[in-house]
């Protein structure tokens, strides 16, 4: 009796120990196969099944990821039925203004400059052909919803600001271009009555 139960002991020792993570050649020894090793189609592989034997299905038309309804035009596009929108769709306050201004100095000011003079550090080191200022005619008379949709989509040789920048963040960022544009050129009547300072150099 004693030495059967040494025998399932040792055993049992011996099978312990094979757990303890030594390499070895031989496949794992499967308790419960079914668990381990079921059937599935792995990204790529191809699937009898359907008629273009593609295992990966593609997205049913009109199909939309979870939180990604986008359906505010004017918010998302920053049009509604082919016409810009004015102004952002939200409450223009400090706020926004600051947040526009600090986005725009991380994500514009490297080619556009802080100033909106779009002569940025990117632009002093060669790119080409250089964007025009954003305060001159051309950019002023752009609806709210075009330089959003700039922001959003890029144009020309300026890359697209989707991925970094987030919806909110691009109509702030539009508050703060108007910002500069009204700024930059500013007449001494654009100054509140009261408000004005001598101008200190000559
Ligand atoms: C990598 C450099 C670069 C960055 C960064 C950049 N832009 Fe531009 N931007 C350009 C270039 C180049 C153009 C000219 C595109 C064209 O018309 O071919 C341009 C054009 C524009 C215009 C149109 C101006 C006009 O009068 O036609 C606006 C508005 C503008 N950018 C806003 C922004 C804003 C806002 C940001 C930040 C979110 C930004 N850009 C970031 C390079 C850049």
């Known amino acids: 009796m004693k030495s059967a139960a040494f025998g399932i002991a040792a055993t049992a ?3 312990l120990s094979s757990c303890r993570g030594q390499p070895s050649d031989q496949p794992p020894v499967n308790v419960v196969p079914d668990m ?3 059937p599935k189609f792995k990204a790529q592989s191809s699937n009898p099944f359907f008629a273009d034997g593609r295992a990966m299905r593609p997205l049913v038309p009109g199909v939309v990821a979870v939180g990604h309804l986008e359906e505010d035009d004017g918010m998302f596009q920053g049009k509604v039925d082919g016409v810009w929108l004015e102004r952002p769709p939200m409450t223009v306050d400090e706020k926004l203004l600051a947040r526009g201004e600090e986005r725009y100095n991380i994500f ?5 400059d802080k ?3 779009s002569n940025g550090t990117v632009i002093k080191r060669g790119f080409k052909p250089p964007p025009p200022a954003l305060y001159e005619d051309h950019g002023k008379a752009m609806k709210d919803g075009e330089l959003y949709a700039i922001i959003a989509n890029g144009r020309g040789n300026m890359p697209s600001y989707r991925p970094q920048i987030p919806v909110a963040d691009r109509w702030a960022i539009v508050t703060w271009v108007r910002v500069l544009q009204r700024s930059q050129k500013a007449k001494s009547e ?3 009555a009261g408000t004005q300072v ?5």
């Open 115 to 117: 100033t909106g003079s």
């Open 198 to 202: 001598e101008n200190a150099t000559p």
């Open 190 to 192: 654009d100054v509140p």
């Open 108 to 112: 514009c000011a490297p080619c556009h």
């Open 36 to 38: 381990d090793m079921q």
């Open 13 to 15: 020792l011996a099978l």
